[in-house]
């Protein structure tokens, strides 16, 4: 069974950074693994942030965070990492890691999820 453990979630100001790490605890990722991060506020539907192929390193992005957020994968680490800049109180939510196998925006098609972590930005 995959696991998948988020951490690195906070409270910061408005400008500030952070970096989340998700974390494979179940062996190693495939090359054919595609690593996402989505996010869900109060009363709003889970939202697609960035998506990484494991094997290649190729990335997608949301357009609300393109040039904001950086995603990365450390292969010996088992860990994706998204580093977030410039962070607004429009990023508060809870931040979602996933792990399917299409390269896709789309939640339902990532099978595994962790349990989360929330990112609170003050203004």
């Known amino acids: 069974q995959v696991q998948l453990v988020e951490s690195g979630g906070g409270l910061v100001q408005a400008g500030g950074s952070l970096r989340l790490s998700c974390t494979t605890t179940?062996?190693?990722?495939?090359?054919?693994?595609?690593m996402g991060w989505f996010r869900q506020s109060p009363g709003k539907e889970r939202e697609f942030v960035a998506a990484?192929?494991?094997?290649?390193?190729?990335?997608l992005y949301a357009d609300s965070v393109k040039g904001q957020f950086t995603i990365s994968r450390v292969s010996a680490e088992n860990t994706v990492y998204l580093q977030m800049n410039n962070l607004k109180p429009e990023d508060t939510a809870v931040y979602y890691c996933?792990?399917?196998?299409?390269?896709?925006?789309?939640?339902?098609?990532?099978?595994?999820w962790g349990q989360g972590t929330q990112v609170t930005v003050s203004s």
């Open positions: 990484i192929r494991y094997g290649g390193g190729r990335t």
């Open positions: 996933a792990r399917g196998v299409d390269f896709t925006s789309t939640p339902s098609l990532y099978r595994y």
């Open positions: 179940s062996g190693r990722i495939f090359s054919s693994a595609v």
